[in-house]
């Protein structure tokens, strides 16, 4: 698409992925980011000292973004925000890429994608491991030997030390709708949906400092078992993960895919992709070029009108898995 005119973007939410978006959208082509929006006027005015060509908006402004001439919105806001701007945001008319999850729960997500083609404004969700050069280039492989996965092992280590209690909107689970199943185990849920395709959960353990959880609490370790056609899947995501010493100082943050095939063993994580313990890929780690090719998409999605790509449709199988999981999972 990079012979058409690039997509005029507005991004609204400048906490961390917001941060992400700013320093990828350079290295798209295909979009040009024109406008942001954010509750800080401080962080506002700090973007502007190295954005000078941005429009800033508050959030009760959302709405005056329609004299930008927008393409499309970049939405990472807090999880809880939405539903207090959601009809406002899909008043712009634009095309929407979302952050995930898709919503707190299932049924928000059901409720929010139907306003959203209410009123005639595609929602893609943002999933950016599935657009990264290693796990891009572990499916090439696999689709390349046509291997048959047997067993999938995906694990994410976020590398935080566990939380007591939290006052952020994340410590709260009216306000984050889960832990880190909902958070980062929903990337690894795309990630394996993408390699192996959709699959029943046949077990979910969760558990917080140690003990089975309760349903008003948040997760800082999940466990999901699953079954695909013909791949037994296991799939654990912890806040912390494996301790950098053995007195507990710190922890490491790790990520990867272990798939066992008929071809051998694959293993991939952002680094890199390895087939029977021989590195065959090596690619940068960092998000900025997963993200620009996530936002290429984006782009040729509002100039094709296609909606239709598993980036899109594979969201709300997602979300049903996850939700499973937890009612599943809690204890009381």
């Given amino acids: 698409m990079s012979n058409q ?40 005015e700090q973007v502007k000292a190295s954005y000078e060509h941005l429009n800033l908006a508050l959030h009760d402004q959302i709405s005056a973004l329609h004299r930008h001439g927008l393409d499309g919105l970049i939405l990472a806001l807090p999880h809880h925000c939405y539903i207090d701007v959601w009809q406002e945001i899909l008043a712009l008319g634009c095309p929407l890429l979302k952050e995930k999850p898709l919503g707190r729960t299932l049924d928000e997500a059901r409720e929010l994608l139907a306003q959203a083609r209410m009123q005639e404004c595609p929602l893609q969700t ?39 209690e939290d006052d952020s909107w994340r410590g709260r689970q009216s306000m984050a709708g889960g832990g880190v199943l909902l958070d980062s185990g929903y990337h690894m849920v795309d990630l394996l949906h993408y390699l192996i395709g959709p699959f029943d959960l046949v077990a979910a353990s969760l558990w917080r400092n140690g003990k089975a959880l309760n349903a008003q ?68 780690k960092e998000w900025r070029v997963a993200m620009a090719n996530q936002l290429n998409q984006f782009a040729r999605n509002i100039q094709s009108g296609n909606w239709s790509d598993f980036d899109i449709w594979d969201q709300l199988p997602a979300m049903q898995l996850i939700e499973h999981a937890y009612k599943t999972a809690h204890h009381y």
């Avoid at 290693?134 to 996965?149: M, N, S």
């Avoid at 695909?228 to 799939?235: D, F, P, S």
């Avoid at 507990?248 to 680094?271: C, H, M, N, V, W």
Wanted: proline share 3%.
């Fill in 126 to 164: 943002a999933i950016q491991r599935r657009h990264h050069p290693t796990y891009l280039a572990l499916k090439r492989r696999l689709t390349e030997q046509g291997a048959v996965v047997k067993e999938a092992h995906a694990h994410l280590h976020l590398g935080f030390s566990p939380r007591g």
């Fill in 5 to 44: 005119t690039p997509k005029r973007l507005a991004l609204i939410g400048l906490g961390n992925q917001g941060q992400e978006y700013l320093k990828a959208i350079s290295l798209s082509k295909d979009v040009e980011l024109v406008a942001v929006v954010d509750s800080d006027v401080c962080r506002l």
């Fill in 217 to 284: 609490e948040i997760e800082d370790e999940a466990y999901v078992i699953g079954r695909a056609e013909q791949t037994w899947i296991m799939l654990e995501s912890h806040l912390a993960g494996e301790p950098y010493t053995a007195n507990g100082s710190g922890y490491r943050k790790s990520e990867g895919i272990s798939l066992l095939t008929d071809q051998g063993i694959f293993f991939a994580d952002r680094q890199g992709v390895y087939q029977n313990g021989i590195l065959i890929e090596n690619h940068d």
